[in-house]
């Protein structure tokens, strides 16, 4: 068998769903609600793969964990802030706690 073929196949059937969605999402007339939703998805997702981490820190340091969390908690009830100041803050917050 062609490696290359199977490798450039399987790129190409990955590639297609993925992209299809771009050209299509900007000609479907959406509910406001649905728009809403898709507009909070990336929310979601740093948040179901930050999370396992918070609760993940076990041990004698638990709390850092917890500090880390509600310090980005506190953070992003800030009108406005980007995501990207809320997490480095809130690495910077527990980071002397590993020096």
Same mark, same amino acid.
């Given at each position: 068998?062609?490696?290359?073929?199977?490798?450039?196949?399987?790129?190409?059937?990955?590639? !297609? &769903?993925?992209?299809?969605? +771009?050209?299509? *999402?900007?000609?479907?007339?959406?509910?406001?609600?649905? #728009? @809403?939703?898709?507009?909070? !998805? &990336?929310?979601?997702?740093? +948040?179901?793969? *930050?999370?396992?981490?918070?609760?993940?820190?076990?041990? #004698? @340091?638990?709390?850092?964990?917890?500090?880390?969390?509600?310090? +980005?908690?506190?953070?992003?009830?800030?009108?406005?802030?980007?995501?990207?100041?809320?997490?480095?803050?809130?690495?910077?917050?527990?980071?002397?706690?590993?020096?």
């Amino acid at each position: 068998m062609n490696i290359p073929l199977l490798i450039f196949g399987m790129a190409l059937v990955t590639f !297609i &769903p993925r992209i299809l969605p +771009a050209f299509i *999402v900007d000609k479907i007339k959406m509910n406001r609600y649905v #728009e @809403r939703f898709l507009k909070l !998805i &990336p929310y979601t997702a740093m +948040a179901a793969l *930050v999370f396992p981490g918070v609760i993940g820190v076990g041990g #004698e @340091r638990w709390y850092i964990g917890a500090i880390g969390a509600v310090v +980005a908690i506190l953070l992003s009830m800030i009108p406005k802030i980007p995501s990207w100041v809320v997490i480095i803050v809130a690495v910077l917050s527990i980071f002397p706690f590993f020096i």
